[in-house]
């Protein structure tokens, strides 16, 4: 079975700086996707950023990339120029080629003025 | 588009009484999956539809549970008798599902019905 593991509950930032946030997972599975989302306060679920594992150029979406290393099954979340809007629980997330998403536990993001 | 659309947006109920929880995918999305995110858990998929059909309800706690997808524009999601360990955050999310695979889909979720079962 798939699992996906995010070891830091908790990380904080200051305003404008950079922040990384880290996921593993684990499948037998040689293509599939990577996905994070966030939850904010109002628990509604933000697809942020999403990966396929096909492809090597790492995904970029604004101010959010990812750092995909597809031999050691890591998928880490990079936020430059954090906001305050940022604030939120992110989750990595893992799915086959079509199915299910297997969530991460998340990690809560606090961003300091 | 109006996104995914779930109601209701919170339920207070009393123990033993019959829950609904409704939603309505994205106009064009074919799959159709609820989710249910609690502290203990975290999320965790219950059951998830293609094309109206239901593929995999191993999630699906037990038998008080159950979920129904007449159309391709609604569906629900039961619970009977609810119990205090049902008190979660349910999340129904749509995707569309490519005649390639699905390679491209991407689930977009609703903001979720919080039931809260004394």
Same mark, same amino acid.
């Given at each position: 079975a798939q699992t996906v593991t995010q070891s830091q509950p908790e990380m904080s930032v200051q305003e404008a700086e950079t922040v990384t946030l880290s996921c593993t997972y684990d499948t037998? !599975?040689?293509?599939?996707?990577?996905?994070?989302?966030?939850?904010?306060?109002?628990?509604?679920?933000?697809?942020?950023?999403r990966q396929e594992a096909y492809k090597q150029q790492n995904a970029t979406e604004n101010r959010f990339s990812v750092n995909f290393q597809k031999a050691a099954k890591s998928f880490s979340l990079k936020i430059s120029d954090s906001q305050l809007?940022?604030?939120?629980?992110?989750f990595c997330a893992y799915r086959r080629l079509y199915g299910k998403l297997t969530f991460g536990q998340g990690t809560i993001l606090t961003v300091h003025p | 588009d109006a996104g995914v659309i779930q109601s209701p947006r919170h339920e207070v109920t009393e123990m033993g009484q019959e829950v609904t929880l409704r939603c309505k995918p994205i106009s064009g999305h074919n799959s159709l999956f609820w989710y249910r995110q609690t502290m203990m858990r975290g999320l965790e998929l219950l059951i998830y539809f293609n094309n109206n059909v239901p593929i995999d309800d191993s999630?699906?706690? !037990?038998?008080?549970?159950?979920a129904k997808m007449p159309n391709a524009s609604f569906s629900t999601l039961k619970i009977q008798p609810s119990e205090p360990r049902d008190s979660a955050v349910y999340f129904c999310a749509?995707?569309?599902?490519?005649?390639?695979?699905?390679?491209? !889909?991407?689930?977009?979720?609703?903001p979720g019905t919080r039931l809260l079962v004394l």
């Amino acid at each position: 079975a798939q699992t996906v593991t995010q070891s830091q509950p908790e990380m904080s930032v200051q305003e404008a700086e950079t922040v990384t946030l880290s996921c593993t997972y684990d499948t037998s !599975e040689s293509d599939y996707y990577l996905f994070w989302y966030k939850q904010p306060p109002s628990r509604q679920m933000i697809l942020v950023i999403r990966q396929e594992a096909y492809k090597q150029q790492n995904a970029t979406e604004n101010r959010f990339s990812v750092n995909f290393q597809k031999a050691a099954k890591s998928f880490s979340l990079k936020i430059s120029d954090s906001q305050l809007g940022d604030a939120a629980m992110y989750f990595c997330a893992y799915r086959r080629l079509y199915g299910k998403l297997t969530f991460g536990q998340g990690t809560i993001l606090t961003v300091h003025p | 588009d109006a996104g995914v659309i779930q109601s209701p947006r919170h339920e207070v109920t009393e123990m033993g009484q019959e829950v609904t929880l409704r939603c309505k995918p994205i106009s064009g999305h074919n799959s159709l999956f609820w989710y249910r995110q609690t502290m203990m858990r975290g999320l965790e998929l219950l059951i998830y539809f293609n094309n109206n059909v239901p593929i995999d309800d191993s999630g699906m706690p !037990e038998d008080r549970f159950s979920a129904k997808m007449p159309n391709a524009s609604f569906s629900t999601l039961k619970i009977q008798p609810s119990e205090p360990r049902d008190s979660a955050v349910y999340f129904c999310a749509s995707s569309p599902f490519g005649g390639s695979g699905g390679l491209k !889909e991407t689930q977009y979720f609703g903001p979720g019905t919080r039931l809260l079962v004394l």
